[in-house]
C-alpha cells in the first residue's frame, strides 16, 4: 500500500516537471530561446490530458484503437498459436528440426521489421498486412521458447509417462504441452508487446485508421500534444493486455511453486 | 519351484555406450550379466557407485536396448524396439511426478493412460492414497509435499496399475534416515498384501539385506556383472529397523560385505584415478 503511495507520488512528481519545464513563461527559458519552444517541442501535460479527454468523450478514437487492438489480438493470436504448434513439431522431430535449423536462425536474425513494406505491397493497406508484421514478430518469441521448453523436459518425466503406458500422443499431451507452457508463458508477455508493435509500425508506414495512423497525422502537422496522448493511450493498452496475460498465467499455472510458498506440509 | 518360469530373466546382457567424441572408445558399462527374478521373490542388487545398475534396471524396463543378450519377461522376449515393458511398474531415483498435477491426478495418471473412466479412476486413486497414506492430500501439487510425501505418492503411482513386476532404482536414496526405514517397512508391508516380484537396486546393503530374499552383488565398473548371490533366509514380516541388530542380520551382512569390498574399494580407486 505504502508503495502504491509512493509509486503515483513519483508518478506526480514526473508531470508537475513535465509541466514546469514546458509552460510558456512559467520558467526562464534556459535552453530554447523563446518561452514556447519547449512546449512546441514536448508538449504539455494538460493540453495532451484534454486531446485525450476528448478522444473518449467525442468517441473520435475508438475506431481507431479498435483497429489497432484487433490488429494486435490477429497478430498475437496467430503468431502465439503457429510458434507453440512449429515450435512443438521441430522439438519433437530432430530431422526437420536439424533441416530448418539455418533458416529458423536466419529469419530470427533478420530485422523483421525490415518487412513490413513488403507485407504492404502483398497484404495492401488493410489491417493484414500490420496482422502479418505482427505475427513475424510474435512468431519467433513463442517459437523459441517451446523449442527450449520441450528440449528441457525431464528424461526422468517422460520415461516414468511411458512406463505408466503413455502413447506418443499421450506423452504430448500430459507431459511435453504443460512442460512448454510455463515457457511459453513466459514468453507471452514479450509476445503482447510485439504484436502491438507489429500493428504501430505497419500503421505508420501506410494506413488510413489506428492509433499509429492518428499520431502519423498529427506528427505532420506538428500537433505535439495528439502524438503524446496517442503514445499514452497506446501504453496503456499495452499494460492492461499485459495485465490479462497475467491473470490467465496465475489461472493456469496454478501448479508453479510461488516464493515462500514451497514445500508446506 | 525352479521349474517355472522367471518373471524375470536377464541373459547374458552386455552394454556398451559409443563415447560422444570418438566411436573407438565406447564404454562399456555392462558385460555378460545374467539375472533371474522368480514369481514373487524381492531381489536387490548392490553395488559399487556408478557400476550400471541403473543401466541394467534399464534394460529390463525396456527403456534401454542392450548391445547384445536377451531380457524374457514370464517367457516372452522383451524388444525395446516395440515399447517398454507392459508388466513392469519403474519407480525412479529422482522425482519424476508431474509438477503440474495434483497428487490424485498424478497417481491416477496411469489407469488414464489406459483409458479407464475418470470417476472410477478417482475412487482407486483415493483408495490408494489412504493406503500410503496419503489420505486427503489428493488436491496438493507435489512442491507442496516433503520428499517422503513424494516417495509415497510415486509408490502409488506405480502400484495402482499393478504391475506384475517392479523395479525400483535406489528409491529411498534421497531421504533421511527415519523417513527412509517407515518408507521401507512400508514398502514391505505392500509388497506382502500381494507379493510382486520386485527388483531393488540400492547401493546401501543394509537396506538390501533388510527387504530382499536375494541380495546380489555387482562388481565395479566398467563391464560390470553380478559376482555374487546371496540368499536371504530372514524371518517375515521383518521390521527393518530391528532386524538390522539380529545376529543372523549381521552375520549375512559380514558376507557379503567381505564379496562386495574389494569391488567398493576399486571403484573407488577408478574414481580417483580420472
Known sequence: MRLRILQLLLLGLLIVAWYAMTAPGLIPPFYFDKANRAAFFFGEPQKVFWVIVDWFASGEIFPHLGITLLETALGFTIGAASGLGIGLWLALSPTASAITDPYIKGFNSMPRVVLAPIFAVWFGLGIWSKVALGVTLVFFVVFFNVYQGVREVSPNLIANARMLGASQRQLLRSIYLPSAMSWVFASLHNAVGLAFVGAVVGEYLGSSMGVGYLILQAEGTFDINTVFAGILVLTACALVLDSLVGVVERRLMTWQPKAGQTEKV | ?274
Open chain 2, 1 to 274: 519351484m525352479t521349474q517355472e518360469v522367471p518373471a524375470l530373466a536377464l541373459a547374458d546382457i552386455t552394454c556398451r555406450f559409443a563415447a560422444r567424441d570418438d566411436a573407438s572408445k565406447a564404454y562399456t558399462a555392462v558385460a555378460n550379466a545374467t539375472l533371474n527374478v522368480a514369481r514373487g521373490e524381492f531381489v536387490s542388487v548392490v553395488g559399487p557407485t556408478g557400476c550400471g545398475k541403473s543401466t541394467l534396471l534399464n534394460v529390463a524396463a525396456g527403456l534401454l536396448e542392450p548391445s547384445s543378450g536377451t531380457v524374457e519377461v514370464f517367457g516372452e522376449r522383451l524388444m525395446a524396439a516395440s515399447g517398454v515393458n507392459r508388466r513392469a511398474g519403474y519407480m525412479f531415483q529422482a522425482d519424476a511426478l508431474m509438477p503440474w498435477r495434483t497428487g490424485i491426478d498424478n497417481v491416477v495418471a496411469g489407469l488414464e493412460f489406459r483409458g479407464v473412466p475418470r470417476a472410477e479412476a478417482v475412487s482407486q486413486g483415493q483408495a490408494w492414497l489412504r493406503r500410503v497414506g496419503l489420505a486427503g492430500f489428493g488436491d496438493r501439487y507435489p512442491h507442496q509435499m516433503s520428499g517422503g510425501m513424494r516417495k509415497r505418492l510415486a509408490l502409488a503411482q506405480t502400484l495402482i496399475l499393478s504391475p506384475d513386476i517392479l523395479l525400483m532404482d535406489e528409491p529411498f536414496s534421497a531421504l533421511d534416515v527415519q523417513t527412509r526405514q517407515l518408507m521401507e517397512n512400508e514398502l514391505l508391508a505392500l509388497w506382502a498384501e500381494d507379493r510382486k516380484s520386485v527388483l531393488f537396486i540400492t547401493h546401501d546393503l543394509e537396506e538390501a539385506i533388510a527387504l530382499s530374499d536375494r541380495v546380489v552383488v555387482l562388481s565395479a565398473g566398467p563391464a560390470t556383472r553380478p559376482i555374487g548371490d546371496f540368499r536371504v533366509d530372514l524371518p517375515r514380516p521383518r521390521d527393518v529397523s530391528e532386524i538390522r541388530m539380529t545376529p543372523a542380520f549381521l552375520d549375512l551382512h559380514r558376507e557379503i560385505w567381505a564379496a562386495m569390498k574389494e569391488e567398493v574399494l576399486k571403484a573407488y580407486e577408478q574414481q580417483k584415478a580420472i
